[in-house]
C-alpha cells in the first residue's frame, strides 16, 4: 500500500484488486464478444445460403415445367399445322382417287 490514508487499507487493496482484475479479464471478455459476433454472422451466412438453394430450386423447377410445357405444345402445334396445311391442299382428293384406282384394280 502506497501513502497512509484516511481508508482502510484493507478496502484500497480490494479495490485495486478487482480494478487489476477488470483490467485482466478484458482481452479474454473482448475475444469472447468477437467470437459470439463471428459465429452469429456465420450463423445468418449460412441462413442466406440456405435461402439461396431454395429459391434456386424453385427457379429450376419452374424453369422445368415450362420446358416441358413447351415440348408438349411443339408437337402439337406442328400437328396442327401440317393438318391444316393438307386441308387446305387437294392431298385428301388425291388420296382418294389413288384408293379408288387400288380398289378398282383389286377386284
Known amino acids: ?41 456465420t450463423g445468418i451466412l449460412f441462413e442466406n445460403a440456405v435461402s439461396s438453394q431454395q429459391q434456386l430450386g424453385i ?16 408437337d402439337t402445334m406442328a400437328g396442327a399445322a401440317a393438318t391444316s396445311k393438307i386441308a387446305g391442299s387437294d392431298t385428301p382428293n388425291s388420296m382418294l382417287s389413288l384408293l379408288s384406282v387400288l380398289r378398282a384394280t383389286e377386284g
Do not use: E, F
Open 59 to 74: 427457379a429450376s423447377q419452374a424453369a422445368t415445367n415450362q420446358g416441358v410445357i413447351q415440348i408438349y405444345s411443339v
Open 1 to 41: 500500500m502506497a501513502l497512509p490514508t484516511p481508508v482502510n487499507g484493507q478496502i484500497t487493496d480490494a479495490v485495486t484488486q478487482t480494478n487489476v482484475k477488470v483490467l485482466g479479464d478484458a482481452p479474454a471478455m473482448a475475444m469472447g464478444a468477437l467470437y459470439q459476433a463471428m459465429s452469429h454472422s
